[in-house]
T-cell receptor, first 114, second 114 residues
């Protein structure tokens, strides 16, 4: 009965490929996020969506395109993968976009670009 | 914009000893403050958070943290560490004008020796 789930858990691919990561939450939350954790464990927000609307869009290359088909899902599509995209990508959700809301994290997707 | 510093990259404590993990933030007003824990290969789990009221906050697993405005700090403490506490701990700061965008510190790796 996972609250925030991500697929796949591991992703190994070649440079130049296009890949997608999926996230689903069953908490009934309105807001979802994508974070990137690099090799030094530094965690940085990439995007957030509230009720399917893009709210936060950090300085992320436009090769990264999030998509929220409904409130429970937030997918991340990455075009033309580069070596530097290798990282762990975490999805998270919160009840609302208001500050102070607890964010619940998924288990992460470990992406390795060769 | 807000920022957060965790001065200690690694900390080693003996099982049963007390623990304090340091977190300093930079923000002009009272921020939202969080501590998350990440076990190897796992997502992040919220330990506790502060956004107003009592400056001493109790969390899960016997952790507590104290907000000190004068020192811009939000240190995490535990009176007696268990071997299962070995993990990486992240402090995060949010600000009301930035919605629920969190800025994370670099993390502190806790090792527990028996």
């Amino acid at each position: 009965d996972t609250a925030v789930s991500q697929t796949p858990k591991y992703l190994v691919t070649q440079m130049g490929n296009d890949k997608s990561i999926k996230c689903e939450q069953n908490l009934g939350h309105d807001t979802m996020y994508w974070y990137k954790q690099d090799s030094k464990k530094f965690l940085k927000i990439m995007f957030s969506y509230n009720n399917k609307e893009l709210i936060i869009n950090e300085t992320v290359p436009n090769r990264f395109s999030p998509k929220s088909p409904d409130k429970a899902h937030l997918n991340l599509h990455i075009n033309s993968l580069e070596l530097g995209d290798s990282a762990v990508y975490f999805c998270a959700s919160s009840q609302a976009i208001a500050g102070g809301e607890t964010q619940y994290f998924g288990p992460g997707t470990r992406l390795l670009v060769l | 914009a807000q920022s957060v510093t965790q001065p200690d990259i690694h900390i080693t404590v003996s099982e049963g000893a007390s623990l304090e993990l340091r977190c300093n933030y930079s923000y002009g007003a009272t921020p939202y403050l969080f501590w998350y824990v990440q076990s190897p290969g796992q997502g992040l789990q919220l330990l506790l958070k502060y956004f107003s009221g009592d400056t001493l906050v109790q969390g899960i697993k016997g952790f507590e943290a104290e907000f000190k405005r004068s020192q811009s700090s939000f240190n995490l403490r535990k009176p007696s560490v268990h071997w299962s506490d070995a993990a990486e701990y992240f402090c995060a700061v949010g600000a009301p004008e930035y919605g629920n965008k969190l800025v994370f510190g670099a993390g502190t790796i806790l090792r527990v020796k028996s």
